[in-house]
């Protein structure tokens, strides 16, 4: 495959994060988007809780409309004054560990982003040889999800960037959905619309977050993300 452009590496080296352009190209990129938005696909509903644990998207659409509207009404206070998110996801590595149901194109985008080529690209954008896996997971963003500010900081997972395939083959920024990075003093200092194709890739720890999803968004944010680590999970 095509080498990162060298500004690229410069610039990411320079401000610990960068965009690059359509790095899967063209064919690979709509496969992806074509699998995310097709009826094969099984979305679960995330949300922090003490049990870190999803719930199927379905389910929780079904409820009785009073007890969703009591999750979400807890969602936002909870989102008010601290770390809070609520998006659809379906975790890569742990659905193929599982033999669960995965559209071909994931489960090979998983399997691509372990092979050498794939690591050395990512290892040739850092410069940072410690790259030796790579986490995934799909993730589809509704009206009214978000991600509040965080910065990935996990001391046992080796996590060394960031990155966020974006796979929405037409958004706006008044949509929402943008992934804005801050500073010390809360100010947003960078944000990047969700433009297909793109790979948004960044140094952790970093503090950045994704803003809300207007009701109006006429279609959802989907995005593959994860991070370039130095260790697999142990369970694979």
């Not at 870190?52 to 009073?66: E, K, L, M, N, S």
């Not at 995965?102 to 410690?130: I, K, Q, S, V």
């Not at 960037?161 to 959905?177: C, D, F, I, S």
């Amino acid at each position: 495959m095509t080498p990162p452009p060298a500004e690229a590496a410069v610039r990411l080296a320079a401000t610990g994060r960068v965009r690059v352009e359509m790095p899967l190209g063209e064919e690979m990129t709509r496969g992806l988007h074509a699998a995310m938005s097709g009826p094969d696909m099984v979305w679960n509903r995330a949300i922090r809780t003490p049990f870190g644990t999803d719930v199927p998207a379905a389910v929780f659409d079904a409820q009785d409309p009073a007890e969703k509207a009591r999750l979400i009404a807890m969602v936002h206070e909870e989102a008010a004054a601290g770390f809070q998110f609520i998006y659809d996801r379906l975790r890569l590595g742990l659905a193929r560990t599982l033999a669960l149901p995965l559209p071909a194109p994931l489960d090979g985008l998983h399997a691509f982003f372990n092979t050498p080529e794939w690591l050395d690209w990512a290892r040739t954008l850092t410069g940072d040889d410690r790259i030796v896996y790579v986490d995934a997971q799909a993730t589809r963003y509704l009206p009214g999800h978000f991600l509040n500010g965080h910065d990935d900081r996990h001391e046992d997972a080796g996590r060394l960037y960031a990155y966020v395939l974006n796979l929405t083959p037409r958004w706006r920024p008044e949509w929402g959905g943008l992934l804005a990075f801050t500073d010390d003093e809360g100010d947003v200092t960078q944000t990047f619309a969700p433009a297909f194709g793109t790979l948004n890739v960044f140094r952790v720890p970093q503090p950045h977050l994704v803003t809300q999803v207007a009701d109006f968004a006429p279609e959802p944010r989907f995005s593959v993300t994860g991070w370039w680590r130095t260790t697999p999970p142990p369970s694979l």
